[in-house]
């Protein structure tokens, strides 16, 4: 479909750009130092709208969903990511196991889905532990985090500009 919408977004383009000339003919009043002034105006509005969002624009990153798994004694971890198109997405997963509880730390990504993780909690004394989710980009560092193994959500994820 994208080469069906690409007659319509040339044709809006054009329909913007000859309103801003339009709109600027009609108010420089004939002076052509006022329609040189406008024209310039006008030119970078309509290079403003026609442009392309920066791509530094933060992801939107998801808290954690945890759905815990009896009959597996596991559970999963899922977190969604929304970046501009083109943008290279990496995901580090990682458990703080419970206190007293070290060798409770069986996490591990999801073949294939690096957005997805399983903690393995058969054996486990607690499940108090806490998952952090990296989620880096080329401009961006989130951080997402689960406490424990029960099923929910997690708070909201933070981004800082890196």
Known sequence: MPGKRTPYLVAAALVVAGAAVGLVVGLSGGSSKKKATSTRQVTHIVTALLAPPPSDAAPQVSPV???????????????????????????????????????CSKLTTLPGAANRAVWHVAGCSSTAGRITVAVTTNAWACSATASGAKSGLGPRATCKKI
């Open 65 to 103: 969903q945890a759905v815990f798994d009896p009959t597996q004694k596991a559970t999963f971890y899922t977190v969604s990511v929304q970046a501009q198109a083109g943008t290279d997405v990496t995901y580090a997963w990682h458990l703080a196991p419970p206190p007293g509880d070290p060798a």
